[in-house]
């Protein structure tokens, strides 16, 4: 049977798996595959498997139950090998790169970070600083059928939406990283000027959440900063 993957740590990681259950229905027994530095956390892999919410809540459950005992590389949901001897063969073959994961993992967290901005308020910025953006939007409006124009109109508005939402999420990374061990920008989410995650450190949590309420103050009513966590440090594994 496939084996499902919870997480990896060093083979002195207390491991309590007392109590807890894994993915499937029914649930199934959580184990671990050893080699002499490394423990992977595992069970069978269900068929079929999906991200039903009381799997998640497994997988999650697993997790934190780690965490709280020390360094772990956290995989995401879903992640199964051929079988427990390929997953003892992945730990030894990668184990100087996993123990040093370990190592700079130890003790910390990650925060995810999305910021929005109003479509209209940037709309408006953008017209009102861009000498001719605002004219070709007023000659479009004054002729309707003037096709090239708002052909011209649109690409420019495009480009400039762009550009002011790099440079903005850019700044707003640049200002929060120093409260961060490390960070790791996300894939692009619809209508979201920024995704980033970042890497703190246990203790120093609640000074990070303060520095991004801080760095929301800067901005208008029209941005929207959403933070989530502390996560185990999936964006850093």
């Known amino acids: 049977m496939s084996t499902y993957i919870y997480a990896i740590t060093a083979s002195d990681h207390p491991v309590r798996l007392d109590g807890l259950t894994g993915v499937g229905e029914p649930a199934s027994e959580v184990r671990t595959v050893k080699t002499d530095a490394l423990t992977a956390v595992v069970s ?22 780690l965490m709280a005992d020390g360094a772990v590389l956290p995989m995401r949901f879903g992640l199964v090998g051929p079988d427990d001897d390929q997953v003892a063969a992945a730990l030894e073959g990668n184990r100087d790169g996993y123990r040093e994961r370990l190592t700079e993992l130890d003790g910390c967290l990650e925060f995810n970070l999305k910021v929005t901005r109003d479509e209209d308020d940037l709309l408006t910025e953008i017209v009102h600083e861009s000498d001719e953006i605002r004219r070709l939007n007023e000659f479009t409006r004054e002729h309707p059928d003037a096709q ?38 996300g894939d692009p989410v619809q209508d979201t000027l920024l995704n980033v995650s970042f890497l703190v450190e246990r203790e120093k949590a609640a000074g990070f959440s303060e520095a991004v309420h801080k760095e929301a103050g800067r901005h208008s009513e029209a941005h929207t900063f959403r933070l989530n966590g502390p996560l185990p440090p999936y964006s850093f594994v």
């Open 44 to 65: 069978d892999a269900p068929e079929g498997l999906r991200a039903k919410r009381r799997d998640v809540s497994a997988h999650q459950a697993v997790l934190e139950r």
């Open 148 to 185: 090239n124009e708002k052909m011209r109109l649109g690409e420019l508005i495009t480009e400039e939406v762009k550009t002011r939402q790099e440079r903005e999420a850019g700044e707003i990374t640049d200002r929060l990283s120093p409260a961060a061990l490390n960070t790791a920008i």
